[in-house]
């Protein structure tokens, strides 16, 4: 035969989107065992099923007792205390009976007798106790879809119930060694014999990008054997790797071969080394002719390759970095230990933002929502806020760009944002720090977020949110766009048994309350309608018991650990509690103006309003959208 030559001299990214429109990829599903899916990428996003931890537990070895108990106990008046009449003994871990809030540490005990101690310091309620939901909130979003699953996200499934997860198959890819020189390793070698390692090679790489790979053994140079090997991989595989015969040599094969059983799209990329590699399709099935020379095979699996078995699973595998970024909060530490801390990461503007996550040894999901991790030597105490750090990137650097970073007030309906604009195909995420409206507001001072999700209330003039842009935000041109607006109310026990009708209740029947954190929405809310019924906060039983998100309140409540909560009628629902309306409120998204021109924030004002995002806030309830998307 012939000498061939190349059909086509395509630019490399030109090429890829070339072949990949001609190609026809199905994404299969398959449904495993979680601990089964490391490295497995989810095709819908997860959410827990429980809440972790799923009882309220001591979070020290110690005590367990009434926090009223140790009322006025000093360094210089010991307070003593009888076991099974003013505590129990627990360990880490242990449960916690409803009939005591709060837990003493054994270091804090002076030993009297085998049943007795005598403390020297008052304690406080839930001190030292962690509560159900602490990590993981029941129905809370764990991972989104088109995640690829790390050992620290399959921990957190299983903290939180899921036990079954929905992934991605791996395609089964055909690697076909090709040459009469070929000699598989540990052969006698002869002058011409050259090693088959490519193979093997790819074969790794194969399994680093996601797919299952499955290795030939080698074929000759004959026309015949090459063609009769490549329709069986054909009939066993999902993408066939042909290696070696892509040039234009007398015995390089390998275009004639898919030529005459399926199509050449492309023969020739613009790329040195691998200007030889071959994409075509048999019996509509991907079929790469990759060049045998080493370097210029590497070139192309991971330039191509790569691309196409990503097409199959969704996602790729990202290399680490390491990054400067600006400290948001500062970060204490001691002298004892060489620490490591989580960090969220995102631009904002041209500035790398890190800010730390939860540092409790039990919070998983600080290692599930981590993007990057601050190593403080040994020798320094503490970082301030503002300093510039190093950060060991555990997401592509591009991702982070492509992050919108969203600090202020919770909603569930910020997850669902979260995971419909991960799946577009832009390559985008949200990463949200819940920390109030007025934690949104003060990282809008600062600089430190693109959006900040509020719900306000001037208690003057009953108006929400923009009051407050204007006296806290009057130096920056912010923008609101209007979200939902929504109801909120009391989260009760299902079956209201205590027969709860208004919040003058929480006072006349002695309930136990349950608050949101100083500067969030429904805080201020909460206090408004206090002030309104003459109410003061030391007559609410749990005033001061905070927690972070809607769903923790809703969480606490149906465990019985509080008899009511405020919060939005959504994580009611998800939690099955029973709710009493109070108001409608307006939860917004601040916005700097000069950030409606980026990318990632008309993607998100795009999905705010597509029917897909809609959708799912129906499903959760209680939400009005007819302004959704509007620009004040």
Known sequence: MGQNIYLSNYELKDAISTYFEKLNIKKEFEE?????????????PIYSLISSPFYNCSAMDGIALKAESTIGASEKHHIELKEDKDYIVVDTGDPIPKEYDCVVMVEDLIRTGDKSVKIYKSAVSWQNIRPLGEDIVQNSLIIPSNHKIRPVDIGAMLAGGVNKVKVYKKP????????????????????????????????????DFGGKAKRYPIVKDDYNLIKNTVLTAVEE?????????????????????????????????????????????????????????????????ENIVKNLVEKYIALGQKPLKVEKAILSRRVMSSLKYHEFVRMKLGYVGDKLIATPLSRGAGATMSLVRADGILEVDQSIEGIEAGEKIDVK????????KNTIVCIGSHDPIIDVLADLIHVREKGYFLSSAHVGSMGGIMSLIKGETH??????????????????????????????????????????????????????DIVKKKLKFVNRQRGAGTRLLFDYNLKKLNIKEEEIQGYE??????????????????DCGLGVYSAAKLMNLDFIPICNEEYDLAIPEEYLELDIIKELL?????????????KLGGYDYSDIGTVI
């Open 237 to 301: 595989c999902d993408i066939v790797l042909i290696n070696a015969g892509s040039s234009a040599g007398r015995e390089d094969f390998t275009s004639e071969v898919i030529n005459e059983v399926g199509q050449v799209f492309i023969h020739g990329v613009a790329i040195k080394p691998g200007k030889p590699v071959i994409m075509g399709q048999v019996q509509q099935k991907p079929v790469i002719g990759i060049p045998g020379y080493p370097v210029s095979a590497y070139f192309v699996m």
């Open 451 to 504: 959006l900040a999700p509020i719900h306000l209330l001037d208690m003057e003039t009953g108006e929400y949110n923009i009051s407050y842009i204007k006296k806290y935000l009057s130096n920056k041109n912010i923008k609101l766009i209007k979200c939902v607006k929504r109801i909120q109310g009391l989260m009760v026990q299902k079956g209201n048994p205590l027969g709860i009708s208004s919040m003058e």
């Open 606 to 618: 795009q999905v705010i309003k597509s029917e897909e995002f809609l959708k799912e806030i129906d």
């Open 172 to 207: 089964v890819v055909g690697i076909i060694p090709t040459g009469t020189e070929l000699v598989d390793p540990g052969s006698e070698l002869k002058i011409g014999d050259i090693i088959d390692f490519n193979s093997r090679v790819f074969a790794a790489q194969v399994e």
């Open 393 to 400: 990137l555990l997401k592509d650097k591009d991702d982070i």
């Open 545 to 562: 018991r905070e927690e972070f998100t809607h769903l923790s309140v809703a969480a606490a409540v149906a465990s019985g650990d509080a």
């Open 32 to 44: 495993l065992n979680t601990e089964d899916c490391n490295g497995r990428v989810t095709c819908e």
